[in-house]
Nanobody, 127 residues
Framework: QVHLVESGGGSVQAGGSLRLSCGAS????????MGWFRQAPGKEREWVAH????????RNADSVKGRFTISVDNAKNTLYLQMNSLEPEDTSMYYC????????????????????WGQGTQVTVSS
């Protein structure tokens, strides 16, 4: 009964912006993480950002810090990734993910700790 659905991907030129959305249903946020990961062809799935709800804080990868902002609208059960100053290196399939529960906030960095995944939304950035 848990569903995650990403939207908002597309093709933009370098320097442009996109906002990804992840609609979530059937989840509780207490002691949970929600995160964004990305995977380009031929590369490993990489952590981008997450929110740890028990501590009410978020973290971003160094490669996107200052450009991407993760946020959540609890009333709408929606996770967002605001992506500004996009670079060709950001081209990837972006995935929304959520945990059922976590032992510590360190788990939020590890894709193996996530229980639920969306199908992904493609982001393509051209020079």
């Amino acid at each position: 009964q848990v569903h995650l659905v990403e939207s908002g991907g597309g093709s933009v030129q370098a320097g442009g912006s996109l906002r990804l959305s992840c609609g979530a249903s059937g989840l509780t946020y207490s002691r949970n993480c929600m995160g964004w990961f990305r995977q380009a062809p031929g590369k490993e799935r990489e952590w981008v950002a997450h929110i740890y709800f028990a501590g009410v804080y978020s973290r971003n990868a160094d490669s996107v810090k200052g450009r991407f902002t993760i946020s959540v609208d609890n009333a709408k059960n929606t996770l967002y990734l605001q992506m500004n100053s996009l670079e060709p290196e950001d081209t990837s399939m972006y995935y929304c993910a959520a945990t059922n529960s976590v032992i510590s906030s360190d788990d939020c960095y590890n894709p193996n700790k996530y229980d639920y995944w969306g199908q992904g939304t493609q982001v393509t950035v051209s020079s």
